[in-house]
């Protein structure tokens, strides 16, 4: 069974680089692979010399270490070993430089290719997600802690921060890279099998760094392409008694500040677009499941679950949250 192999069986989750699912992540696997099986076995190489010559010394009874003297034939075969050393050091330090420019190259063969675009903000704490349309700027399709993309097709992520230093980090799918405030950075990747692959902030960004993840889902291109014309859609219009109470409450609530629902008069872009909110599997950036318990306790107070977090405590009536909870899970 090979280091690879091995490995999976440890690392075959879909957060990690030894499981990818994107063309660099595995030029980037293969890299990695390369340095661990070399720095592994210079390590298991030194440690075995020196168990040898502790157990060798050890095992003489009365052994007492020589005094320092000269000897030609001694000091010639000790700079042969010192050399031999050296001389394999600098070639295998030269083989991960060679190994490590040529993943860099090749992860970046597709930045020249024709793609998708999706611009990508960071936040504290979650993630901005929107679908440009240059020619058509009204088919602008955003979300929050999904990415969607079609297999098979070249994607570019056009990123940047809101607030501090972010870092977006797909592992099964890419390398990382740093999102500025001011500053705009492109990574261009492709998906090449379906699934949902998790991502992670991976630059230390305030309390609740470790809860900022998101969602990569790679989807055939029909079933992208009905994602997308769905996120298009305003939200429906609802249609009893409870989910038009529930609308009546978001809007009397200070949930229209911050949020926005496109068919309604909540516009704001504090926090995420909720016009489809019910169609994400997660919630708070990756830190709960999406169903309706979860939503309502980060609903009534966010910072029990998430201290720290911009969305503030909304006490309401329980006829009021359950009326509420009806009408978001309309938004698909």
Not at 34 to 57: E, H, K
């Amino acid at each position: 069974m090979n280091l690879r192999a091995t490995a999976l069986l440890f690392f075959s989750s879909h957060q990690s680089p030894l499981n990818p699912a994107g063309i660099q992540a595995r030029h980037i696997e293969h890299n990695l692979v390369l340095i661990f099986g070399i720095t592994s076995a210079v390590y298991l190489i030194v440690i075995a010399v020196l168990f040898f010559g502790v157990l060798r010394n050890h095992a003489r009874e009365g052994f007492v270490p020589h005094t320092l003297v000269e000897d030609p034939d001694v000091d010639r075969k000790a700079t042969y070993i010192v050399g031999g050393a050296i001389g394999a050091t600098v070639v295998l330090l030269f083989v991960m430089m060679i190994s490590s420019f040529i993943t860099s190259h090749r992860t970046a063969v597709l930045a020249n290719a024709q793609s998708l675009k999706i611009d990508v903000y960071g936040h504290q704490w979650w993630w901005e997600v929107e679908y440009p349309m240059d020619e058509q700027p009204f088919r602008m399709v955003r979300t929050a802690n999904e990415i969607h993309v079609p297999v098979g097709s070249v994607v570019t992520i056009h990123a940047t921060s809101r607030d501090v230093i972010h870092s977006f980090w797909a592992p099964n799918i890419h390398g990382k890279k740093d999102l500025i405030p001011g500053y705009e950075n492109d990574l261009t990747l492709e998906v090449d099998q379906p699934g949902t692959w998790r991502g992670q902030c991976a630059e230390f960004c305030g309390l609740q760094h470790a809860h900022m993840a998101f969602d990569i889902v790679a989807q055939s291109r029909a079933d992208f392409d009905r994602w997308y014309v769905q996120q298009l859609s305003a939200a429906p219009e609802p249609t009893t008694p409870q989910t038009i109470h529930g609308r009546d409450v978001f809007l009397n609530h200070p949930c229209m500040m911050c949020h926005t629902i496109r068919g309604t008069t909540a516009g704001s872009t504090v926090g995420p677009d909720l016009t489809h909110v019910a169609s994400r599997s997660m919630i708070a950036a990756g830190t709960l499941k999406n169903t309706p318990g979860n939503m309502a306790g980060w609903i009534l107070n966010a910072q029990s679950i998430k201290p720290g977090v911009r969305m503030p405590p909304n006490p309401m009536p329980g006829q009021d949250l359950n009326d509420l909870l009806a009408y978001l899970e309309t938004l698909r």
